[in-house]
């Protein structure tokens, strides 16, 4: 029996639970949300080759060290075009294909220059495999001898076909002598969620945005540290126009970032779905073990606080006022920063200390911004942290056996848990059902112990099935659509289907199964979740008291499928999904067999 005493709260399950985290691995920002669809195109990946893009109509490619676009994109890419030619230039694959869909319409834009001037057309197209011209756009102004910017739109053929099978070209015609033409920054982007400039790809934001997350840790993870000093996420280098961000090698997940998504994009993401951010601040670790010294810190706290003016300060403040020049006037509400990421790896013991890592960042952002809530990322005792952020990969059944890890938690410190990255792991590049389980056991523990816990995110959330250096991931995609795995689905589901405060219930009463209760105190519903991980469907009597009449007739939502380990790809993107089907036979009491491996979410009323 699940008895429920509905008469009293529990406690609040707070608005700021549900959450997500982020961070640029397997291509989840480069390549994936972040909606350039060229790859390298600062032509800054490389010193040495002009990575991501090939020769066509038989001119010569290189990169061009010397002839630089401004002192950020020092590098170009020279084209040298045969006399005669009638199309010669460079084309570029994206990131494993440009996604064409009939009628895609696209931005393209590049900075170009001639040795001499050329007054012929400049042609871009998205080409298929097979040579078939899908969309094409023509810039008739010429190339003159210094850099200027150009822009065209083009649009995919309605008859073209839905595929990433295509590539982007650009071309120019040759003289009567062969010609050298320098090419920086050339773009390509679809639309993005909703219009925003630089912005985001829209499937993916739509899935987002379905987890409704209150939250973005952004951008968290090793990917802030970077494994040296010179390769961790300096917010400074990652504003402005984009032709100015030199970009950095993401060495925390093997490979370049341009930092088009950079830290206004990151805050706009949060934005656009209802979020805030939970900033995350370098704190003066690196992966490869070394830090800052303690003694020398003073320029890294101020870089964090300038980051937070640059979020939140108005425009009379001077990163405020660059924020506004950047293109967003409207400060940015942040009621949470985070200092570093998972310093526990710092074995020099610097976080720690009165004079360590932590204090001094806690200090500083404290003194002049005292209503933020402070997070550290592993204990600490020279100041008393508002959050910790503790992190668990584990196995399914590990996250099964351990929703009730927080249950004899201390309260005593008054610091808050957010569980700030989390998974069952199980299945690449996504997670299987039996992961799902695990994850939905795990989040059943965390919302019933949510007066300590008040966030969560799990992590990783994006992956370019293309290119996976972490196993499990929340969503999986390619350059054409994407997917959402099973754990996804438990997520979106629980994130949708809950009410403000948790109910008392005897949890521990029905062995095998984990559940929680909420009830919306607007509008009355409760919500009963209760998964099922095992091989056996379970009845379960449940017995409300303390709620007055319940209706008879409900919903079940329910996330299931027939093996554990059946999952969601790209090929099989709905295999399993939600389903919700309403119910009779419900009231302050009765009987439910809820399936093999499953969840449910019953709601009543
Ligand atoms: O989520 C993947 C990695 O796991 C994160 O970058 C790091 O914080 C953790 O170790």
New binding site residues.
């Given amino acids: 029996t699940l008895s429920i005493d509905a008469g009293t709260a529990a406690h609040a399950l707070p608005s700021t639970f549900f959450g997500v985290?982020t961070?640029d691995?397997n291509h989840s920002g480069e390549g994936g949300l972040y909606a350039e669809l060229l790859q390298n195109r600062s032509l800054m990946a490389s010193a040495t080759s002009p990575t991501g893009w090939s020769a066509v109509g038989g001119a010569d490619i290189a990169l061009d060290g010397s002839n630089g676009l401004n002192t950020a994109l020092t590098r170009s890419l020279l084209v040298t075009v045969p006399a005669g030619a009638k199309a010669a230039g460079v084309a570029n694959g994206g990131f494993w294909g440009i996604p064409v869909v009939p009628g895609r319409q696209y931005q393209a834009s590049f900075f170009a220059k001639s040795d001499s001037a050329y007054d012929g057309p400049v042609d871009v197209s998205v080409v298929g495999g097979d040579g078939t011209v899908y969309a094409h756009g023509r810039v008739d102004d010429g190339v003159g001898t210094s850099w200027h910017q150009f822009k065209v739109k083009l649009t995919a053929d309605q008859d073209a076909p839905a595929t990433s099978d295509a590539r982007f070209v650009l071309t120019v015609r040759g003289g009567k002598a062969a010609r050298s033409v320098w090419l920086s920054n050339v773009s390509l982007f679809p639309p993005t969620y909703k219009n925003v400039r630089n912005g985001l790809r829209t499937d993916l934001m739509a899935k987002i945005a379905g987890l409704k997350p209150s939250f973005i840790r952004e951008p968290?993870?090793?990917?802030l540290e970077g494994n040296t000093l010179a390769t961790r996420f300096d917010w400074k280098s990652t504003i402005g126009p984009v032709w100015t961000r030199p970009g950095h090698q993401d060495d925390?997940w093997g490979y370049w970032s341009t930092d088009g998504m950079g830290l206004l994009e990151y805050l706009e993401w949060a934005e656009s779905v209802g979020a805030e951010p939970l900033l995350a601040v370098y704190a003066g670790y690196n992966l490869n073990g070394t830090h800052v010294p303690v003694d020398q810190l003073g320029p890294y706290v101020q870089d964090a606080l300038d980051e937070i003016q640059y979020a939140t300060g108005s425009t009379d403040t001077v990163w405020g006022r660059k924020r506004a020049e950047d293109g967003h006037p409207a400060p940015f509400k942040i009621s949470y920063v985070e200092i570093g990421?998972?310093d526990w790896f710092d074995k020099s013991g610097s976080y720690d200390g009165d004079n360590g890592r932590f204090a001094q960042f806690y200090d500083a952002i404290r003194a002049k911004y005292p209503s933020i809530k402070l997070v550290a990322t592993t204990e600490v005792k020279s100041r008393t942290p508002d959050v910790l952020d503790l992190?668990y990969?584990e196995s399914p059944a590990w996250m099964d056996a351990h929703a009730d890890l927080f249950d004899s938690y201390s309260r005593s410190t008054g610091t808050k848990i957010m569980v700030g990255?989390w998974a069952a792991q199980e299945g690449k590049p996504t997670p299987d059902l039996n992961a799902a389980l695990g994850d939905a056991s795990w989040l059943t523990g965390l919302m019933r112990n949510s007066d300590l816990v008040t966030q969560e995110a799990y992590?990783?959330l994006l992956a370019n099935v293309n290119s996976v250096q972490?196993n499990t991931n929340l969503i999986g995609f390619d350059a054409l659509t994407s997917y959402g795995s099973p754990s996804y689905w438990v997520q979106s589901v629980l994130a949708k289907n809950h009410g403000d405060q948790v109910l008392n219930a005897d949890y521990a009463g029905i062995g095998g199964l984990n559940t929680v209760v909420t009830r919306d105190s607007t509008t009355g519903k409760i919500y009963v979740v209760v998964v099922n991980p095992n091989g056996t469907a379970q009845p379960v009597k449940v017995s409300l008291t303390g709620a007055g009449a319940i209706p008879a007739t409900g919903t079940a939502t329910v996330v299931s499928s027939a093996r554990p380990t059946d999952t969601n790809s790209i090929t099989q993107p709905d295999n399993i999904v939600p389903v919700t089907t309403p119910v009779t036979g419900l009231g302050s009491e009765f009987t439910r067999t809820f399936p093999a491996y499953s969840m449910t979410v019953l709601t009543l009323g």
């Fill in positions: 985290m961070e691995i968290g993870g090793n990917y925390a990421n998972e992190h990969y990255e992590a990783p972490w």
